[in-house]
Structures are given as structure tokens and as C-alpha cells.
Nanobody
Framework: QVQLVESGGGLVQAGGSLRLSCAVS????????MGWFRQAPGKEREFVAA????????DYADSVLGRFTISRDNAKNTVYLQMNSLKPADTGVYYC?????????????????WGQGTQVTVSS
């Protein structure tokens, strides 16, 4: 059974940094692309970042480009999201997800397994 477990969320002041981790088990991690999404209260889940199976290709939402960095360690079956220069608008529940395919995707429907989410709160 595929399992994704996020960690690293918390409360941080605007301008601060957090690093999210997502540990994956139950499938061949290096065969699939991975992604991060977020959901703020009352809003739809939105794409944040994605990385191809090898890590050679990444994609970001315009709102986080230049501030967030996605990476993966295939030896540890883990994907990361480094978040710098955080803003109150970045507040939400962050979800890690496994793509159905090896290449990056930005749509919720590109992903078939999801973690339980980790809360990120940025205070002004």
C-alpha cells in the first residue's frame, strides 16, 4: 500500500523559512514524479511544485517561483520542499502527492496518492 507522510510544518513569521519533508513507502519511488500542493481555508487545492522521477525537471507555481525549491532523494524515498521568504498568503495545509507518471504535472488529477497534509501558518 502506498503511503505518504509529510512533516516539517509549523508556525513561522513572515520572511522566515520552513522545510517540508514527505516520506514515501509502498511503491518504486524513483519511477514516478512527485508534487506538492496546498489548500487554504475556503479555497481549492492548488499546485505548488513538482519534480520528475530523476529530479532533472522541476516546475513551480508563479506565486512561489524563486522562493520555494523542490528536491528529492531517491535513496531515502523522500521529497522535500524548501520554503524561503514566506508570506502570510503561503498559509495553508501542504500536501505531498505521487504522480501517475514519471514526468511533472500541475493538475490534481495527475496524482493518484496523497499524504494527510501538514499545516503551515505564516504570521504577519
Amino acid at each position: 500500500q502506498v503511503q505518504l507522510v509529510e512533516s516539517g510544518g509549523g508556525l513561522v513569521q513572515a520572511g522566515g523559512s520552513l522545510r517540508l519533508s514527505c516520506a514515501v513507502s509502498g511503491h518504486t519511488f524513483s519511477s514516478y514524479a512527485m508534487g506538492w500542493f496546498r489548500q487554504a481555508p475556503g479555497k481549492e487545492r492548488e499546485f505548488v511544485a513538482a519534480i520528475s522521477r530523476s529530479g532533472s525537471r522541476t516546475d513551480y507555481a508563479d506565486s512561489v517561483l524563486g522562493r520555494f525549491t523542490i528536491s528529492r532523494d531517491n535513496a531515502k524515498n523522500t521529497v522535500y520542499l524548501q520554503m524561503n521568504s514566506l508570506k502570510p498568503a503561503d498559509t495553508g495545509v501542504y500536501y505531498c502527492a505521487k504522480n501517475r507518471r514519471p514526468w511533472v504535472g500541475t493538475l490534481v488529477t495527475d496524482y493518484d496518492y496523497w499524504g494527510q497534509g501538514t499545516q503551515v501558518t505564516v504570521s504577519s
